[in-house]
């Protein structure tokens, strides 16, 4: 199986699957900004690179600095870590929970580090009528039950978000039911400001919120991880407490500090073309061949092919012929038909097309 870690992107494990080069495959199974790291950042890294003979700063003080300035926030309310994974297991570790919840299909990390750090997983089922979303009894019930519930927003493989509302009255809950809420925000910058439903501003309200973010999937640079969490100062503590020194490189701080100084245009580049080629996918796939897909916000695409297409054919086919998707059948609560793509830019975007229409030409509609 080429999600045999839980994850797309593996292109060592596709290229020995299907017999062909880990750098000749062109990946729809990891979602990464396909304008590619931020300008200048390459540049960065080759200054940088001779101070890799000294230990970088185990107090993250500068990016921390930084980040602080940015969402408003004091830097003893920042945690960074080796991606957004580290900060879900320092979560973990810190605050740990017997119990956590999650609302399945969801990002498979939740509930492999709950497992990991010896918790039980208490998992809801999203409804499909609704997204794949819990409803806000369902979310609240799960609070009783559970110390940590993790929530994607949006939520991978789906890309939805929950509403403001919704999540207000869940953190309010939380705070009586002594509920830890991780929320999970890696992918929330690939959507307009305006329409992110981000609590980041309004995390000192609730003692029991820790935010996520991932630097690797906007900025381009998972291969360099690169993530934070925010939360009360004391919640902060208790995870760095638990965060193996050094775990964060000098080229990664450094890059960060880089990712961040991006600007505007950047980040508004991005986001209009992630809608642009999001749009212009979700035509082809649904008019072209049939296929259900759902409103996806972010820079990826949950998509269900029509019988008799199952995932892990359709995975097959395309990957001996160079591109590879994300097989969803292994997600609970998703069908043997459903597959995730990642939104790239038009060139990739219509090679995938074109690739499905050599395996599949009698998906084609006429
Ligand atoms: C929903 C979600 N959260 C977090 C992560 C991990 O992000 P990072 O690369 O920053 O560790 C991923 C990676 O795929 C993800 O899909």
Redo the contacts with the bound molecule.
Sequence with gaps: MIERFG?GGDLDTAAAEFGVAPDSILDFS??INPLGPPEGLMERLRQELHSVIHYPDPDHRELRKLLAQRTELEPSSICIGN????C?ALAVLGLAPRNVGIVTPC?S?YMQLARQFGANVVAAQGGEENGFRAGTAELCNLLERTDLVFI?QPN?PTGLQYDMSTLETVLERAEETDTYIVL?E??IDFIPPERQATMLPRLPKYPHLIVIR????FYAI?GL???FAAAHPETIGRMKRKQVTWSVNRLALAAGECCLAAGETYERMTRERTAEERAFLIETLERDFGCRTWPSEANFILVRLPAPWTAERMQAELGRIGVLIRNCSMYEGLTAADIRIAVKDRKANERLIEAMKEVWPGGMRQ
């Design positions: 994850h990891a979602n991606g957004a994974a580290e879900m990002f990390e994607g991978n999970d890696a992918f991932s630097l690797t999937k998972p991880r690169l993530g």
